[in-house]
């Protein structure tokens, strides 16, 4: 486990890029943990942007959306708003999670322990103060 105290939002926004880099063209599903505001939305815009996607929006009302990248697809799924993990059987969720090539981005994986439990990496936020964050990285 990897513990980054104090990041401000711009070494947040270096450590999605510098993540997004290593992904490309491999299977990864990273879940993202933390409170309202703590910095997940930022860290998956950056992500997005070094995969050289340009305009991605939190899909806290529509669930899930798909990106193309040169390397493959990005989906970036927010669970905030779901009550049971039955809420995802229309989104082919076990296709997007086994597919060899994409990448996964979920917000508030840590919501359902189904989901959870199938990330390959646990990136979690922690507020410090309005600028920084306390952010921990699980490789599993």
Not at 41 to 59: D, E, Q
Not at 84 to 103: M, Q, R
Not at 104 to 110: L, T, Y
Request: glycine share 6%; with cysteine; aromatic share 6%.
């Amino acid at each position: 486990m990897e513990k980054l105290p104090n990041l401000t939002l711009a070494e947040v926004r270096e450590l999605a890029q510098k993540l997004a880099k290593s992904s490309r063209g491999r299977k990864r599903v990273i879940g993202l943990t933390g409170d309202l505001g703590s910095g997940k939305t930022t860290f998956t815009k950056s992500f997005a942007r070094a995969l050289g996607i340009k305009n991605i929006k939190s899909p806290t009302f529509i669930i899930a959306a798909a990106h193309n990248a040169k390397s493959g697809l990005l989906h970036h799924i927010d669970l905030y708003r779901l009550q049971t993990v039955k809420d995802l059987d229309h989104l082919g969720l076990d296709e997007i999670l086994n597919a060899p090539k994409n990448v996964v981005i979920i917000e508030w994986a840590d919501k359902f322990k189904e989901i959870y439990d199938q990330c390959n990496l646990i990136i979690s936020f922690k507020v410090r103060d309005k600028t920084h964050r306390d952010v921990t990285i699980e490789h599993r």
